[in-house]
């Protein structure tokens, strides 16, 4: 049976444009689990805190869609690195799909979280410095409702996909050892 080990190829990192907009798109993303958690499952009840939590959740979401599209031009421009030789195809496969699906999630879920905040009422200021433009205003309870529940489900996906990110980054740094992981380091 093969080593799992593949032999480090020479290493060509992503460049440092991608390397900081991913980190910095991880370090949001991780403060919007932790904003939406905090007012989705822990009630701050009524007043500035909750205010300050729903903006933040918010604007950060907006920046997380902004930082996207700069990835993509980037991304586009620039190319990404190839995966070592030996890569068996599904997992180049997953890691494709993967990357596409996380590009798409963080792409829609703020969309649907501005129309969510929209349809409740809600105007949305970014980092309370200006006003986004609202692109349906007040809508009907049962469309607030289906846009909330989106949200939420976008949220489980999002979920679900940097969980198999990171366990792709695992398996290529503690099992493959191929050097894969310093691609984005």
Sequence with gaps: MPSMQAAPAAIRPYASA???????????????????????YFDPGEGLLKELLYNLHQSFGITVWLLVLIRIVVRLSTGAPKLPPGTPFLIRA???????ALYLVLLVQ????LLDTNANGFPLYWFGLFRVPSPIGKQPDAVAHAL?????????????LV???????????????DGVVRHML
């Design 148 to 160: 909330d529940g989106m949200h939420w489900f976008g949220a489980l996906a999002l979920l679900l």
């Design 18 to 40: 991608m390397r900081w907009i991913h980190w910095m798109t991880a370090a949001l993303v991780l403060l919007l689990f932790v904003f939406g958690g905090w007012t989705h």
């Design 163 to 177: 969980g198999s990110h990171l366990a792709g980054a695992a398996y290529h740094g503690l099992i493959r050892r």
């Design 94 to 100: 997953a890691a494709s799909l993967n990357h596409l």
């Design 110 to 113: 703020p969309i649907v979280g």
